[in-house]
């Protein structure tokens, strides 16, 4: 097989975390201008520290890496530098649509506003769309970590941005230690602004999760959902619902949320009807690309090309688009194709 198609192929990354997405690079830039030590002065040096090893075993320690990078997140200039530079990456990846996810709150610590941190971010995707010509959104994501009271700070300024970049509102972090039901009133209140949801769900926590997302939160899309197989209930739920699976197969190996390649589900889920979509969820955390994810598929998992043509082309349809601009998308996704000589499964 030409593994080099799945570089030329045109893809869609529907879960990227802004902060699993910095350079090394940039890293040092920042530490260089506020005069911050940092343990090793050159990228390759730095990306060890920012970057998970074979040795991760669980979702909690892979999260661990996020700490190394939060303190330079905190003002207006970095976060619209790594929102355009998350577009640039994706540009070298060949991603037509991208929609990057992150947590204003965590971006609040020397006294930026939750709405300050949220036009950082889309400030630096517009400027990257202008530049490198990937559609980008931005979706707000609510920390488990979080109280509840904290969240609908986030949800409300999520609903002041929502149609002008900002495309949906999460839930991410330590699933295992804060149950969804926690965040019912969090995901009312997105209800009624009418902010879609997505929810990560079933990665570090089981089956119930994710039915809880669905049913108890209104999730429109599972973020990763990998653990749904052990109750047969919830992928039923899934499949009647057609709420689509945010696969994240890199970082779902990574965090233990299945034992190896050889244990992953998405030939099984696709096979009973589920939706499914792969993304990178960490490019820097996870060492990864869509590029890479595409060529792991086919070298792991036994996928071919036009079966992976197909999941991006689905990836459209799951998108948080509207329907004009999934239409304009969908017809750049036949030009790139055609240009590459690929058909679709
Ligand atoms: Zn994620």
Redesign the pocket.
């Known amino acids: 097989m030409d593994t080099d198609v799945f570089g030329r192929l045109p893809k869609v990354d529907l879960?990227l975390?802004l902060d699993g997405c910095v350079k090394p690079e940039t890293v040092l830039d920042w530490a260089k201008a506020e005069g911050v030590p940092l343990p090793s002065s050159d990228p390759e040096g730095l990306l060890r520290y920012m970057k998970v090893d074979e040795g991760c075993n669980s979702l909690v320690e892979y999260l661990d890496k996020f700490g190394f990078v939060l303190p330079f997140l905190q003002t207006e200039a970095s976060l619209e530098r790594c929102a355009y530079e998350t577009v640039e990456r994706a540009a070298a990846d060949n991603c037509i649509y991208i929609e990057v996810r992150f947590a204003p709150l965590l971006h609040v610590e020397r006294g930026l506003s939750a709405d300050r941190a949220i036009e950082a971010v889309l400030r630096g995707l517009r400027k990257g769309e202008e530049a490198f010509g990937v559609r980008a959104r931005a979706i707000a994501i609510c920390m488990r970590h979080h109280s509840a009271r904290t969240n609908l700070e986030v949800v409300e300024a999520a609903a002041r941005h929502y149609g002008r970049g900002l495309v949906a509102v999460d839930l991410?972090g330590d699933e295992a230690g804060h149950p969804p039901a926690k965040f019912r009133d969090v995901f009312a209140l997105a209800r009624e602004y009418r902010l879609p949801r997505t929810i990560?769900a079933g990665e570090a926590g089981g089956p119930d999760n994710v039915a809880e997302a669905v049913e108890g939160l209104g999730a429109v899309r599972i973020?990763?959902g990998v653990r749904s197989r052990e109750n047969p209930r919830v992928l039923e739920l899934l499949k009647d619902r057609r709420i689509p699976l945010e696969l994240?197969p890199t970082s779902n190996v990574q965090t233990k949320a299945v034992s190896g390649w050889h244990d992953y589900p998405i030939r099984d889920y696709i096979e009973r009807g589920i939706a499914v979509t792969i993304n990178t969820?960490n490019p820097t955390v996870s060492g990864t690309s869509m590029t890479r994810e595409c060529r792991s598929l086919a070298e792991r998992l036994g996928f071919t090309v036009p079966e992976i043509a197909r999941l991006m082309a689905n990836a459209i349809d799951y998108s948080f688009l509207d329907s004009g601009e999934k239409d304009v998308l969908r017809a750049e996704f036949d030009r790139r194709m055609a240009a590459i000589d690929v058909s679709i499964a």
């Open positions: 879960h975390h991410a990560h973020g990763h994240c969820d």
